[in-house]
């Protein structure tokens, strides 16, 4: 994986709180910074899909979200998440 790499997962929760997410998804840019194309699942270590898949929920509870919602991250180098950004839809995540 490159120094900068950016996955998404999405995440569906209903009105009774119940939640759900899919597996991370690989984000790959062309050299017009636009999505080109997704790897799934993700070519990451199940520990750091887990953490994502884990802030993502924690994130869409944080205020009560209803829907979809696509919750891109930036996977740093040192394999830190970084939250890029919350998205009310389905994305081009």
């Known amino acids: 994986m490159s120094n900068a790499t950016e996955i998404a997962v999405m995440v569906c929760r209903d009105m009774s709180g119940n939640i759900s997410t899919w597996d991370p998804v ?3 840019f ?7 194309y997704q ?9 750091i899909a ?9 994130s869409i509870e944080s205020f009560s ?5 696509a919750v891109e991250f930036f996977l740093t180098s040192d394999t830190k998440l970084l939250i890029n ?6 994305h081009n995540s």
Do not use: W, Y
């Open 30 to 36: 062309n050299k017009h910074n636009t999505l080109a």
């Open 39 to 47: 790897i799934c699942p993700a070519r990451i270590s199940q520990d």
């Open 65 to 69: 979200g209803v829907g979809v919602f």
């Open 26 to 28: 690989e984000m790959v």
């Open 85 to 90: 950004e919350i998205a009310p839809r389905p």
């Open 50 to 58: 887990q953490q994502a898949r884990t802030l993502a929920m924690k």
